[in-house]
């Protein structure tokens, strides 16, 4: 139900990351216009931090993951199979 995916599970020890798959994304796939792209993610912390450098990525909370709260900006998903509903 997506054109393109990507990243990958990845090291806590690069706390930069988030900002390099945003810029990434920028320079690859040209503006982030809004209802475009999609950040799924489960932890609050990199769910803000996008929200905060690219503000039209529509943030996604994956429920099932380690995180225990919904960021503010995020749409909190129970599985994989409601993804499809909120991107579709």
Request: with cysteine; aromatic share 10%.
């Amino acid at each position: 139900c997506v054109e393109t995916v990507v990243g990958t599970e990845v090291s806590r020890a690069d706390r930069r990351l988030k900002e390099k798959q945003v810029h990434l994304l920028q320079k690859h796939f040209g503006g982030l216009e809004a209802g475009r792209y999609f950040f799924v993610d489960d932890l609050p912390a990199n769910l803000e931090y996008v929200g905060g450098v690219a503000p039209d990525v529509q943030l996604v909370f994956a429920a099932w993951g380690y995180g225990k709260r919904v960021a503010k900006q995020a749409v909190a998903i129970a599985s994989p199979v409601e993804l499809e509903q909120v991107i579709g």
